[in-house]
């Protein structure tokens, strides 16, 4: 065992008898910690009554929500192909657990601790022919275990910017050896490939093969129901809807004055807030906001229960941002001002509807992509968020001609889905 991996492992090992502590509130790294209790019982219960080692079976694994697109996307493209196999998906993060439980795996659960008795029984339980990463989420003592026992791993829709601190110090020379044992590095760009290379894979395992979230945005847009209770409410308007997603408090500080100076010289279209983290609090600071610029905002929940939206909704619970953008006009996405990063930019791009978001998109390529497409817009404090809405809100021909912009971006990039499963089918073979 190289000596980063021993050291890691003494870690994790030292660190676990404060997992109770660790249980303790509301928190995602509580919740997770509570949620992975009992997993290895659960995935031994699921083998047991479920697990037919004729059928080949495959391991997905994704951290949280946005790598879990680029999963599920390819999942269901290997399903499709070969329906026999038992697929199962775990997952880390608790934000995850809502989403992983649809999915379309026969069992998902959180990922169980990568100590190696921990991993050893879950690969005794399930037995996986293929282990198949997301994005960027490798785990040595998992990769080493799974690669001793013959099993085929590969990380796919895989990205490594030329920033990444996985090319240097500690990071690297722990992870070196778990992407070194994957058999297949399928990475978004050739400038990701070839950055494999800095992490010892060798090019004989490094392929392109795009990223799957655009597959997985493109097959919700088409889902889509205009009719569904969630949807029509919001029809019927002869106004323009400003859908604004994953805002945090600073979004929101320049989001809502400038909606308010654009009121006052007769833009005023129907706003749906869509907070990150809808909390009581949280909530309650928004609605106040709102309510001190002459907003008289309508929680989602009383819409669904037969409220009118008006022209302010205040969205309180979460998975349904990715619809709701099929009544935009015009999107704002948020994380563009703060350090957590801007959220997604796809949903609303693939249904046509032109973006708006801060400056700080570095995290997100397709922000910059669909800025050079003319699909979407960046506001800075040197070009204010009215001055950059005001020609979007005011300008049919503009607006419709972003929004085709950005659909088109999105579709250009579609088929991603499809390369991965092939893999998966490829190196299924080698297995068997």
Request: net charge positive; aromatic share 6%; glycine share 8%.
């Amino acid at each position: 065992m190289p000596l980063p991996e021993t050291l890691y492992t003494l870690a994790l090992r030292a660190a676990r008898p404060l997992l109770p502590l660790a249980a303790r509130g509301d928190g995602k790294l509580a919740r997770s910690v509570r949620g992975r209790s009992g997993v290895l019982a659960r995935m031994e219960a699921w083998a047991a009554a479920h697990r037919d080692p004729a059928r080949p079976l495959v391991w997905f694994h994704a951290p949280s929500v946005g790598e879990g697109l680029q999963a599920r996307a390819v999942l269901q493209a290997f399903r499709a192909r070969r329906p026999e196999a038992q697929v199962v998906y775990t997952f880390f993060s608790a934000s995850a657990e809502r989403f992983a439980a649809g999915v379309g795996a026969d069992h998902a659960d959180y990922l169980p601790i990568d100590l190696a008795g921990d991993i050893r029984r879950a690969l005794d339980a399930l037995r996986p022919d293929v282990i198949a990463f997301s994005k960027t989420d490798v785990w040595p003592v998992l990769t080493r275990e799974a690669a001793a026992r013959g099993v085929r791993l590969a990380l796919l829709s895989a990205t490594l910017p030329a920033g990444s601190s996985r090319l240097r110090g500690p990071a690297r020379a722990l992870l070196g050896p778990a992407y070194a044992r994957l058999d297949v590095v399928a990475a978004i760009s050739a400038e990701d490939a070839d950055r494999f290379a800095g992490l010892n894979v060798p090019s004989r395992r490094r392929q392109v093969m795009g990223d799957a979230r655009f597959d997985q945005v493109w097959a919700r847009t088409a889902a889509a129901d205009l009719a569904s209770p969630l949807l029509r409410p919001f029809g019927g308007s002869d106004g323009m809807t400003l859908v604004a997603g994953s805002t945090w408090p600073a979004d929101e500080d320049r989001l809502i004055p400038a909606l308010a100076r654009l009121a006052a010289d007769g833009l005023r279209p129907r706003l749906i807030l869509v907070p990150h983290e809808p909390t009581p609090d949280y909530l309650a600071r928004s609605d106040a906001a709102l309510r001190a610029t002459g907003r008289a905002p309508v929680r989602l929940s009383a819409v669904d229960a037969g409220t009118g939206p008006g022209d302010t909704v205040l969205v309180d619970r979460v998975g349904v941002l990715g619809d709701l953008y099929a009544v935009a006009d015009v999107a704002y996405v948020g994380g563009g001002w703060g350090t957590a990063g801007l959220h997604s930019v796809l949903e609303p791009a693939a249904f046509g509807v032109p973006v708006l978001f801060g400056p700080r998109h570095a995290n997100a390529r397709e922000a910059a992509d669909l800025i050079r497409a003319g699909g979407a817009f960046e506001a800075s404090d040197a070009a204010p968020l009215e001055t950059v809405l005001r020609p979007i809100l005011s300008d049919d021909e503009r607006r419709t001609h972003a929004g085709a912009a950005a659909r088109a971006y999105v579709a250009s990039h579609l088929g991603a889905a499809e390369r991965g499963a092939r893999i998966i089918q490829d190196l299924l073979v080698q297995a068997r």
